[in-house]
């Protein structure tokens, strides 16, 4: 396994986020987590990404225990986050923000030709790039924030709510652009309030209820269960 959760608790103060959840993640294909407000979803990537401690359990990526290292140091392993609210820097330009996200690398060379590689994905990005970030839509501004991620190269790409707040037409962008990942053969861990469209995109899916793990299971198993349909799909 490529990415392995084992037993991971996370408490903020006496609150009690997370309680015990274990995930796995290949080294391919789309692995969603879903569940509603408070669930511990964002929790549980923050804390892949060394933003929040865990206060018991475990996190390993290519076997290599993480948990207890510095977000930069996990980041120059191989795991890219594209957060919550995007949270690009809105001064900057588009091409200043994309270059941030390969701020650790050491291959210039390769970084200018991956940069030319997100602009090719993202057209849109392209005709902006000496634009400033917080000028653009919703929608364009998390094309920014997946492109910054990519342009770290990741051996796995965390998203964060990436459909969040767009229009359909966009969400629907948004939905391709992961396909497009997923065929490129970047792993993802995407963390979606729209259940429905998470379960479409996933291969293997977790539900979280009040932070513990509730189901698991193959995504097109969970997406015929009872439970699941009556309360994250409205069916």
């Given at each position: 396994m490529l990415l392995e959760v084992n037993s991971a608790a996370i408490a903020y103060g006496k609150v009690n986020?997370?309680?015990?959840?274990?995930?796995?993640v290949p080294e391919n294909g789309v692995v969603t987590v879903i569940g509603g407000n408070g669930a511990g979803k964002t929790t549980t990537l923050r804390a892949i990404s060394g933003l929040t401690p865990l206060a018991a359990g475990e996190i390993r990526f290519n076997g290599e225990?993480?948990?207890?290292?510095?977000?930069?140091?996990i980041v120059a392993r191989g795991i890219a986050h594209v957060p919550e609210g995007r949270r690009i820097f809105p001064d900057m330009t588009v091409e200043e923000n994309l270059r941030t996200g390969a701020f650790l690398r050491r291959d210039r060379q390769a970084a200018a030709a991956d940069l030319e590689s997100v602009f090719g994905r993202f057209p849109r990005l392209r005709e902006r790039?000496?634009?400033?970030?917080?000028?653009?839509s919703g929608g364009e501004q998390q094309m920014?924030?997946?492109?910054?991620?990519?342009?770290?190269?990741?051996k796995l790409l965390l998203m964060d709510e990436p459909t969040m707040g767009l229009a359909p037409v966009m969400v629907e962008e948004i939905a391709a652009i992961i396909r497009d990942i997923k065929r490129q053969g970047v792993p993802v861990v995407?963390?979606?309030?729209?259940?429905?469209?998470?379960?479409?995109?996933?291969?293997?899916?977790?539900?979280?209820?009040?932070?513990?793990?509730a189901l698991e299971g193959p995504a097109r198993e969970l997406r015929n269960n009872d439970h699941v349909r009556a309360a994250y799909l409205g069916l």
């Open positions: 986020a997370v309680r015990g959840i274990s995930l796995r225990r993480i948990d207890r290292l510095p977000p930069d140091r790039r000496r634009q400033l970030a917080k000028t653009m920014l924030a997946i492109g910054r991620a990519l342009m770290a190269r990741p995407l963390v979606e309030q729209n259940a429905e469209l998470a379960l479409e995109l996933a291969d293997y899916a977790y539900v979280l209820e009040t932070g513990r793990l």
